[in-house]
């Protein structure tokens, strides 16, 4: 079931999503070559309890971290320990906060240091497929419609989108309805109303789709080794179009 957020609710998610926004920021600054992930972690979590928050993801389905830490072929889910950053290394971050039972959930891809090319392109195209979504997150809309805009620019630059994870609707809970796929066909799934909170999340590999989950039973990794990215906000659908969330 699909949960309509009334204007009090969007107020608490807010709340919320600006903390994990200025997490995000904070935590690109400490970024950098020499860094362990569980430093990172750690420095999170202090921040966002310092926020009056609480951190959304520390055992969500039994997570052990604060964030989920996914560097270079990690896709999603790393969990933060001894690994060290390295220069030419891409980070990504997935951060969640809870205010008053309310949650907001966004993502980054950081460069550690200088790193190449290829994998800049791949940040870039990664956020700006969030971005050429959410121009379809509007009254009136399908769902898919903000999932096919996503495929067609991330594969109109050599990626692909992977398949196997999503987005999701937010509010009370972390994941709730509907599922949000990064891709699609136009004018398929649910209509978009006023009130609908999403949290999209483009997920893009530089190889193929394919993934595979580690023995940990967390880590969600490229099939073929190459490079993936995250990128991802909570929205609210209102009259005026979509708002983001998670920004400062």
């Given at each position: 079931?699909?949960v309509?957020?009334s204007?009090?609710?969007?107020i608490?998610m807010?709340?919320?999503?600006?903390?994990?926004a200025?997490?995000l920021?904070?935590?690109?600054?400490?970024?950098?070559?020499?860094?362990?992930?569980?430093?990172?972690?750690?420095?999170?979590?202090?921040?966002?309890?310092?926020?009056?928050?609480?951190?959304?993801?520390?055992?969500?389905?039994?997570?052990?971290?604060?964030?989920?830490?996914?560097?270079?072929?990690?896709?999603?889910?790393?969990?933060?320990?001894?690994?060290?950053l390295?220069?030419?290394?891409?980070?990504?971050?997935?951060?969640?906060?809870?205010?008053?039972?309310?949650?907001?959930?966004?993502?980054?891809?950081?460069?550690?240091?200088?790193?190449s090319?290829?994998?800049?392109?791949?940040i870039?195209?990664?956020?700006?497929?969030?971005?050429?979504?959410?121009?379809?997150?509007?009254?009136?809309?399908?769902?898919?419609d903000?999932?096919?805009?996503?495929?067609?620019?991330?594969?109109?630059?050599?990626?692909?989108?992977?398949?196997?994870?999503?987005?999701?609707?937010?509010g009370?809970?972390?994941?709730?309805?509907?599922?949000?796929?990064?891709?699609?066909?136009?004018?398929?799934?649910?209509?978009?109303?006023?009130?609908?909170?999403?949290?999209?999340?483009?997920?893009?590999?530089?190889?193929?789709?394919?993934?595979?989950?580690?023995s940990?039973?967390?880590?969600?990794?490229?099939?073929?080794?190459?490079?993936?990215?995250?990128?991802?906000?909570t929205i609210?659908?209102?009259?005026?179009?979509?708002?983001?969330?998670?920004?400062?």
């Amino acid at each position: 079931m699909i949960v309509i957020k009334s204007d009090n609710d969007i107020i608490y998610m807010k709340q919320a999503g600006k903390v994990v926004a200025m997490t995000l920021e904070k935590v690109r600054e400490v970024i950098k070559p020499g860094v362990t992930t569980a430093y990172i972690d750690n420095f999170a979590e202090q921040f966002i309890l310092g926020q009056n928050a609480i951190p959304a993801f520390k055992g969500l389905y039994g997570f052990p971290a604060t964030l989920c830490i996914s560097i270079n072929e990690e896709v999603v889910h790393g969990i933060p320990g001894d690994r060290i950053l390295n220069e030419g290394d891409i980070v990504s971050i997935d951060c969640g906060a809870m205010i008053n039972g309310f949650y907001s959930d966004a993502a980054r891809t950081y460069p550690v240091g200088t790193v190449s090319k290829e994998a800049r392109k791949l940040i870039d195209v990664t956020q700006e497929s969030f971005f050429k979504g959410i121009e379809n997150a509007r009254i009136g809309k399908r769902l898919e419609d903000i999932s096919h805009a996503i495929q067609v620019y991330v594969e109109k630059h050599g990626f692909s989108i992977v398949r196997d994870y999503v987005g999701h609707g937010i509010g009370r809970a972390m994941h709730e309805d509907p599922q949000v796929p990064n891709y699609g066909r136009p004018g398929r799934g649910v209509r978009l109303v006023k009130g609908m909170c999403l949290a999209i999340e483009p997920m893009v590999n530089m190889g193929g789709y394919q993934v595979k989950t580690l023995s940990d039973e967390w880590t969600v990794v490229t099939a073929d080794g190459s490079l993936s990215a995250h990128y991802e906000n909570t929205i609210v659908i209102l009259d005026k179009g979509p708002e983001i969330l998670t920004v400062i």
